[in-house]
DNA sequence: TCGTAAATCTAATGTACGTTCGAAACATGT
DNA sequence: ACATGTTTCGAACGTACATTAGATTTACGA
């Protein structure tokens, strides 16, 4: 009991490591206890020395998967300065959100990978913890647009989940070592502000901004 | 044996239906064919005069899914005029990836839904299928930078994948109703080829382009 | 060194599921 | 009406799993 780490946190962490990792892997029904047990260096029945349920496993791995990207968007917002341009603050939210999710963090890719096929009540629990956390990008889109960055007569919602989708996307295809992290978040803003089209040079007008 | 449909190709087809739609709304794994067999009017037992077992029923799901998706992009191609502009192309493409997966296809959000989370060895028996979807989109946008419609320095690889999970991702929040299949295609191209951007006035130059 | 609480183990329990198989029901051609 | 093939049923089997509870080990203060 002396350090402040007692072996009940550290066995705490061990555990929902696992189940975080093999969630985001297998999803839920299809990981067992047994499996988690043994990543995590114990026996099964030894679990439920330090959660009550598989449920309440799970319910732990998704409410800590969304804090920490919750956070990480948030502290991106405020580590700018005041008077950062929108599309900075985009920006950086961005690359909050998406670092969360391909660097490390187990917890939030199981919660984005998984939630849609886990058990309805456990969906209930955290709807609020979601729509915080939509909230939040909803602000940051709609004084965007407000002060003119970013265009008027889009559906921002629909701009937003798709640029969720884009970035939530990747923890299905991102492998560390090929394309990095922020070449992603810089595509996808390049995308939302400007695209990626070029003037059709159908009759070919001016060719001077193309190299 | 007089019909074309016999009464076995009708149970068949009730049996995937039903399959396909559990295994979208919860997973593989958390469907039981149970669930499986009560939709589709029959006994669990019944299955098997159909399907040598779960895992042949599921690969089945996935395998129509992803063709049902691959023969609606590749016939939006075929279906333009052949001097179609580029943007036309993608255009096309999105839109009848889209609404294939938004309309009625539980196979094909089932496959992207679950593929992920699927039996290792199932995943390999499809991987060339998936290959070979995602070369019909590689090629249309090789093509279009080739042409100059798209940027030259990006990488396409990467706008492809993020437009992919814009997508696919819609499976997760469209509902019927609210927004249009149309319009989510519309936000999705305006996206790729223009941004949703505006110039920024922040020390304000010309604004003659801005309303 | 001892005692107590914390942490883990081990074995058992009940259940839900995938699967099997022979019997029953159904359809169809003669 | 019969016979034969088709389709579904219903009950049973084995297994894998989440969960429980008592025994056992480990950590640690007195």
């Known amino acids: 009991m002396t ?4 072996k009940s946190d550290i066995s705490r ?3 929902l490591d696992a189940a975080a990792k093999m969630f985001r892997q297998k999803g839920y029904a299809a990981t067992t206890l047994i499996e988690i047990a043994r990543a995590a260096g114990m026996q099964a029945g030894s679990l439920y020395y ?3 349920s598989k449920d309440e496993l799970l319910e732990e791995v998704l409410d800590i998967g969304m804090r920490r990207v ?8 405020e580590r700018l300065p005041a008077d950062s341009s929108h599309r900075d ?16 963090d187990d917890y939030t890719s199981a919660n984005i990978r998984i939630f849609g096929q886990v058990p309805e009540e456990v969906q209930q629990h955290h709807i609020r913890q979601r729509d915080a956390y939509a909230e939040l990008w909803r602000h940051i889109f709609t004084k965007a647009q407000k002060s003119g960055a970013l265009s008027s007569d ?14 939530n996307w990747s923890v299905e295809w991102y492998r560390p070592g090929r394309t990095s992290i922020q070449a992603i978040a810089d595509h ?9 089209g070029i003037e059709e040079p159908a009759q070919s007008r001016e060719n001077e901004t193309v190299t």
Do not use: P, Y
Request: charged fraction near 20%.
């Open 70 to 77: 919750h956070e990480a968007v948030e502290e991106s917002q």
């Open 3 to 6: 350090s402040e780490q007692s």
């Open 154 to 167: 889009v559906n921002l919602g629909v701009v937003r989940m798709l640029l969720m989708g884009a970035l």
């Open 188 to 196: 996808m803003c390049l995308m939302l502000f400007n695209g990626v």
């Open 50 to 52: 330090h959660f009550g």
């Open 89 to 104: 603050r985009i920006r950086v939210a961005v690359e909050a959100h998406l670092t969360t999710l391909l660097k490390h």
């Open 13 to 15: 962490a061990r555990i």
